[in-house]
């Protein structure tokens, strides 16, 4: 029950174009739900982060959907530029106190020119 | 501010050994977590430690193990090593036990041949 699945686990897009990853969980009492990105070399990074009293949230290009009934949510990437290339990372956590993270199996993302 | 340091970056043991690596949180963070990132696994969460004391831990088995100093340095230990434990492991640090932003070190690489 603590499992999140993320797929696809690899995607190339256009730049420009709008790259999409999705994410289920099925611990519904998850209520923080963080995308990390991580170039290589380096350790993840918080990219954009979302509670489920909201259905979205937006910065830069960067937008996360949540859908609550459906325990979904995705990351959308606009204009998405080839310095977006990168391993995404879903992830779910419980308040209450600990702060123990259940990561997706990762999204590899190149945009190609 | 200076982002979360984890000594060593790379490091190749042979089975059998036991090796100790050590994560540095960002100042004033008194969360710190530890990740194994490997191809197979993506992320998986090791343990939490919070004012000393371990909050949370992963499963993982008993080889694997930790600590927390008065002054939030952390360090983990990995007794009896065997090829399987070859992965990056990662240490994030946060300001409180409650989910807030998590920031990564950039891991230690440890092979174990």
């Known amino acids: 029950q603590q499992q999140v699945k993320q797929s696809p686990q690899s995607l190339i897009v256009q730049k420009g174009g709008i790259s999409i990853i999705n994410c289920a969980y099925e611990?519904?009492?998850?209520?923080?739900f963080p995308w990390y990105q991580q170039f290589p070399g380096k350790g993840p990074a918080l990219l954009i982060a979302?509670?489920?009293?909201?259905s979205e949230k937006k910065e830069g290009r960067f937008t996360i959907s949540f859908n609550k009934s459906a325990k979904q949510f995705s990351l959308h990437i606009m204009d998405s530029q080839p310095g977006d290339s990168a391993t995404y990372f879903c992830?779910?956590?419980?308040?209450?106190?600990?702060?123990?993270?259940?990561f997706g199996t990762g999204t590899k993302l190149q945009v190609i020119p | 501010k200076a982002g979360v340091t984890q000594t060593p970056r790379y490091l190749i043991k042979t089975r059998g050994q036991q090796v100790t690596l050590s994560c540095s949180p960002i100042?004033?963070?008194?969360?710190v977590s530890w990740y194994q990132q490997t191809p197979g696994q993506g992320l998986q969460f090791l343990f939490e430690?919070?004012?000393?004391?371990?909050?949370n831990k992963g499963n993982f088995p008993g080889r694997f193990s930790g600590r927390q100093f008065s002054n939030s340095r952390s360090e983990m230990n990995v007794s009896t090593l065997e090829l399987g434990d070859s992965a990056l492991y990662l240490c994030?640090?946060?300001?409180?036990?409650?989910?807030?932003?998590?920031?990564f070190g950039q891991g230690t690489r440890l092979t174990v041949v």
């Open positions: 992830a779910a956590s419980l308040s209450g106190g600990y702060q123990k993270v259940t």
């Open positions: 430690y919070f004012s000393e004391t371990q909050r």
């Open positions: 100042s004033g963070h008194r969360s």
């Open positions: 994030a640090s946060s300001p409180e036990l409650v989910n807030t932003e998590a920031f």
């Open positions: 611990n519904t009492a998850f209520d923080y």
């Open positions: 979302i509670r489920p009293d909201v």
